[in-house]
């Protein structure tokens, strides 16, 4: 069994502490202030522990020894335990969507003698994953367009959405400038602009600009493909008023007044279902083609409590990279990008295989 330590006791944290504990091949010490800690669920493979992020010694102390750490913690957490994590010798993995947090993991990834992992949930993630594996089928790419939301089943408010992850990664997303390549260059776009909408079975979307979802995306095809973006998924309405919150009342420099309004106004649900749309258009033998995947997963039932959707394909995400990495089937050094991994490899793992219902279905009928 492997030592494991999971920052952050919150909704993801704890989820993933309860797929790697009763997976049987995992010992998890899931660390965090002590009134987050009480909601972690009691198993023989799980213990917790009080850490104040801010105090290092402390921090890397609890890190030493162990086989990995992975941080679903706030974004704005994430250099720092990257820093000890460097300093402890063991492998790192996070799910920050924060462009500038991971520039600075790959710096210290630059002088480690272990993997470091970023951006290891869906967006930025799987979704890294599931675009490069589509652009390899082409001899020149033309475009790759990357859409992903996490939605209520059942919207019952004029936003048409419930709280289902991080708030602070969701006002993160809809304010920071979101990185796109445009006519062959890598730019900047604004977030909650060029909003689209399209549909698929039979429910109709709209998809805008958020920021981090291409994860480190845009360097690896730079220079290969004419256009690649990202986009956040929600139903019609949504982009409207939340761009009147952000804009009109100025709330995307009050960042804490709109954490605390949302938190408190919409509901939590564990009845979401999360939309995984990719399109990858190129050239193969002459001929202009494209090729797309399309998939949705619902909350379920796994290691015998009901999860969200959003739960389990974040959760799930980073615990295959990490059963991975422990396998010897990814880098085990230096930083290591999503789109390193193959997907059948991840789709075939026991911890992705919750994404795999749809692409077996798809590629059974090919």
């Known amino acids: 069994m492997k030592d494991i330590v999971v920052i952050g006791a919150g909704k993801i944290g704890s989820t993933i502490a309860r797929m790697l504990a009763h997976s049987g091949d995992y010992r998890v010490c899931v660390a965090d202030r002590a009134e987050q800690l009480q909601q972690v669920e009691k198993h023989d493979a799980v213990s917790t522990a009080v850490v104040d992020i801010a105090d290092i010694k402390a921090l890397v102390a609890l890190l030493s020894g162990k086989f990995a750490v992975l941080s679903a913690a706030p974004f704005h957490l994430t250099v720092a335990i990257a820093e000890a994590a460097a300093e402890a010798k063991i492998h790192y993995l996070d799910l920050t969507e924060d462009v500038e947090s991971t520039r600075q993991v790959k710096a210290i990834a630059a002088e480690a003698d272990t993997a470091f992992i ?80 399209f549909s698929l079975d039979g429910v109709t979307y709209e998809a805008f600009n958020t920021s981090g979802g291409l994860g480190t995306l845009c360097e690896t095809l730079k220079g290969k493909v004419r256009t690649l973006n990202y986009k956040t998924i929600r139903y019609p309405g949504h982009a409207a008023i939340f761009k009147a919150l952000l804009n009109d009342l100025g709330l995307r420099h009050r960042r804490e007044v709109l954490k605390d309004i949302l938190e408190n106004a919409l509901p939590t649900t564990t009845q979401d279902v999360v939309v995984i749309f990719v399109t990858v258009s190129g050239f193969r033998e002459g001929r202009l083609v494209q090729e ?32 991975m990495l422990a396998q010897g089937k990814i880098p085990t050094k230096g930083f290591v990008r999503q789109e390193d991994i193959a997907l059948d490899a991840f789709l075939a793992n026991r911890f992705g295989h919750y994404y795999a219902q749809k692409h077996e279905t798809e590629r059974a009928a090919s």
């Open 118 to 197: 970023p951006q290891c949930g869906l967006a930025p993630g799987f979704i890294s994953i599931v675009a490069n594996d589509l652009s390899r089928h082409f001899d020149t790419l033309e475009s790759v367009r990357m859409r992903v939301g996490a939605l209520p089943q059942y919207p019952s408010n004029a936003l048409n959405y419930n709280l289902t992850w991080s708030t602070d990664g969701v006002i993160n997303e809809y304010i920071e400038p979101c990185e796109a390549i445009v006519e062959g260059s890598l730019i900047e776009v604004p977030a909650m602009e060029e909003r689209e909408e």
């Open 292 to 323: 797309t995947y399309a998939n949705k997963v619902y909350s379920g039932v796994v290691a015998g409590r009901m999860q969200s959707g959003i739960q389990i394909t974040t959760a799930g995400s980073i615990c295959a990279v990490l059963d």
